[in-house]
């Protein structure tokens, strides 16, 4: 089969799919919905409502109480002794990645295959009770993102409310280049080149003109560990970040950036970044920074420990163990810090679904269930760009709600058993 025929058929399939999906996708319902549970999460104040109902009309919440008005030919939902909260919020994920081999997979998929996993994996993201997510590059498939969350929007398709970079940008030999392959075949990097702030700009603008909401860079790497301390090399110096980030504000978006350690980290902190995600080390002065001017780190624990349990050979095992040991140390030294957090798992090389282990794994390294569920909802929808809309509970908010077993104030592994999920006052799991 040629090429030119494989990549129709998969568009053919691609159509079918969606028409398909569109089928069976649910509009906004035209009666209220009132939802019923012996708790919910008054995320703000961390104080439980017992019982709990929340009055839904339309795609938003217009009631919350211990009851609520229960309007003529309302739907009533009884949730029993379950757990109301807010929609997940998963701010780094890649929807058009998979488990296997990342540099294998972006090569030999083709974007219109990938595209058709980014949409199965969107899927997954909001049944496991993620409303909203960030999806920190499509690491080769240009804007095709772009499809994916109007797709959702329109409700095409359903999957977490979406915003999106298209590919992340990267320097010449940076850390997403394609190094490692025979040169003269000219292997495309997983992100766009920008080797100077004009190429920054030339690349942010074309990005913003297919649809982008934000730009994600590539701002360190490739890591390694000497003497104990982590050494990784810069890609862009503070006033290119900060060119960067003048332009994004120009179209009202925001940089977020890929940085784990100094001086890179203290580079985006000067500049004003909208978040440093992994923040594996970062120095007195940028921490600083970052609790000054409200820049929250991304610690994204899942993929290291995944990458740490599912290396190819002992040694890359044990420089993956010592990364994360390394991380975990330095995470504690960022909470007495008092730096901002947000929650992001950079879902996509471990399966989609499954990354609410990411709340579990920053209690378990230090935070309390409350604070790591603050840090997802309330510094979530801030970071996403939709504070006073999702995140909480509260009349006039995006009717985005799910429900978990238990008390996750008490067992925040609570929030990897979702059983029910609302969003925009569109029920997709009970």
């Not at 709600?401 to 238990?406: L, S, T």
Request: a negative charge; aromatic letters at 6%.
């Amino acid at each position: 089969m040629s090429n030119r025929c494989f990549c129709v058929l998969l568009l053919s399939l691609l159509c079918l799919f969606l028409l398909v999906l569109q089928t069976y996708a649910q509009s906004t319902p035209p009666h209220p919905i009132v939802l019923h549970a012996a708790h919910m999460l008054d995320v703000k104040t961390g104080k439980m409502l017992e019982p709990a109902e929340i009055l839904v009309e339309g795609d938003r919440i217009a009631e919350v109480g211990k009851s609520v008005k229960h309007p003529a030919g309302a739907e009533v939902i009884d949730l029993g002794d379950r757990t109301l909260l807010p929609g997940l919020i998963d701010a780094h994920v890649h929807l058009f990645l998979h488990p296997g081999a990342e540099d294998l997979q972006t090569v030999e998929e083709s974007v219109p295959q990938r595209t058709i996993t980014a949409t199965l994996q969107a899927r997954d993201d909001l049944m496991a009770g993620f409303t909203a997510e960030r999806d920190m590059g499509t690491e080769g498939a240009g804007s095709a993102d772009t499809a994916v969350r109007n797709a959702i929007n329109r409700g095409s398709i359903p999957g977490p409310r979406m915003r999106i970079s298209g590919n992340a940008i990267n320097i010449l030999g940076g850390h997403e280049d394609a190094i490692g392959y025979n040169p003269e075949q000219h292997v495309l990097p997983n992100a766009n080149y920008a080797n100077n702030a004009d190429e920054l700009i030339a690349v942010m603008r074309e990005q913003y003109k297919e649809g982008a909401d934000f730009t994600k860079i590539y701002e360190t790497g490739a890591d390694s560990i000497k003497d104990g301390r982590l050494s990784t090399p810069y890609q862009y110096t503070e006033p290119q970040l900060e060119a960067a980030v003048k332009e994004a504000a120009r179209v009202g978006g925001r940089v977020a950036v890929h940085a784990t350690g100094e001086p890179g980290t203290l580079y985006a902190a000067q500049a004003g970044v909208a978040s440093i995600d992994h923040a594996d080390q970062l120095s007195d002065e940028t921490m600083r920074l970052m609790k000054e001017k409200g820049i929250p780190a991304v610690p994204t624990f899942t993929i290291f420990e995944y990458f740490a349990e599912h290396a190819a050979t002992p040694a890359q095992s044990a420089h993956e163990h010592q990364i994360l040991d390394l991380k975990i140390e330095q995470f504690k030294k960022q909470i007495a810090a008092g730096i901002p957090m947000a929650v992001g798992s950079d879902v996509g090389p471990f399966p989609h679904g499954t990354q609410a282990r990411e709340l579990v794994l920053m209690v378990k390294y230090g935070l309390s269930p409350l604070t790591v569920l603050q840090d997802d909802l309330l510094n979530g929808a801030k970071l996403l760009g939709w504070q006073g809309q999702i995140g909480a509970l509260e009349p006039g908010y995006f009717a985005d709600v799910i429900a978990v077993p238990g008390d996750p104030l008490q067992d925040i592994a609570a929030v990897q058993n979702v059983s029910f999920v609302m969003k925009g006052g569109v029920v997709y799991k009970k």
